[in-house]
């Protein structure tokens, strides 16, 4: 059974700063991706990683992909208020169907 | 762009009726996904479809069932709903390795 989980659960960060949420995958998979979600809002897609040593970047925000070691990181840089969000990784099972799992989410407040 | 399309943005039912929840996608998508959100516990998957009329069980498919008879619809069922199934659902689709495009979610609650 495929588990994915994140840490930290939640992040408390001053602007400016920088930090990485982890996200850590039990079984095998090279498909791994990442999603936002505004409060009271859906999901919405960020990066999609798709082999190993895969890295995206968007803005303030990069992700990578390391399958061996069965980790993704989402990198925030000189946080702003407006990364001030819920992040969700998600596995691929990879049997073909793009059916996922979900990590728990990681909720972010950036401060002035 | 890619719209996936919940038809009730709020819900409220009683223990024991049926309900229908449905989503509608426009953009020819193969794979439609139904999920629930619950604080704490992240998404779980309730069943999901490749194809039309196809259905897979997904983590947690009890006391749930979804039909899937045209490619842009597909619609989930509460065959007697009960207060443990006060949730958000979201639904969602995709074509193969790409991100989800979700729906806007239907807070259901069950009273």
């Known amino acids: 059974e495929l588990k994915v989980e994140q840490n930290p659960l939640f992040l408390s960060m001053q602007e400016g700063k920088n930090y990485t949420i982890y996200c850590n995958y039990s079984?095998?998979?090279?498909?791994l991706y990442w999603y936002r979600q505004d409060p009271g809002k859906s999901l919405e897609s960020l990066f999609v990683?798709?082999?190993?040593?895969a890295v995206k970047q968007e803005g303030r925000l990069m992700a990578s992909l390391d399958t061996k070691a069965r980790l993704s990181t989402l990198h925030i840089t000189a946080a702003v208020h407006d990364l001030s969000a819920t992040y969700f990784c998600?596995?691929?099972?990879?049997?073909?169907?793009?059916?996922?799992?979900f990590g728990a989410g990681t909720r972010l407040t950036v401060k002035p | 762009d890619v719209k996936v399309t919940q038809s009730s943005r709020y819900l409220v039912k009683r223990t024991g009726e049926k309900v229908f929840l449905e989503c509608v996608q426009d953009?020819?998508?193969?794979?439609m996904f139904w999920y629930r959100q619950d604080p704490g516990l992240g998404l779980r998957l309730i069943y999901f479809?490749?194809?039309?009329?196809?259905?897979e069980k997904g983590d947690i498919p009890e006391g749930y069932s979804v039909s899937r008879e045209k490619k842009e619809r597909f619609s989930l069922i509460l065959e007697s709903a009960s207060t443990n199934q006060t949730s958000m659902y979201l639904c969602?689709?995709?074509?193969?390795?790409?991100?989800?495009?979700f729906g806007s979610g239907t807070r259901l609650t069950v009273v």
């Open positions: 479809s490749y194809d039309v009329k196809m259905k």
């Open positions: 079984t095998t998979s090279d498909r």
């Open positions: 990683l798709l082999s190993n040593g």
């Open positions: 953009m020819d998508h193969e794979n």
């Open positions: 969602a689709s995709s074509l193969q390795l790409a991100g989800y495009t």
């Open positions: 998600a596995v691929d099972r990879g049997y073909n169907n793009n059916d996922m799992r």
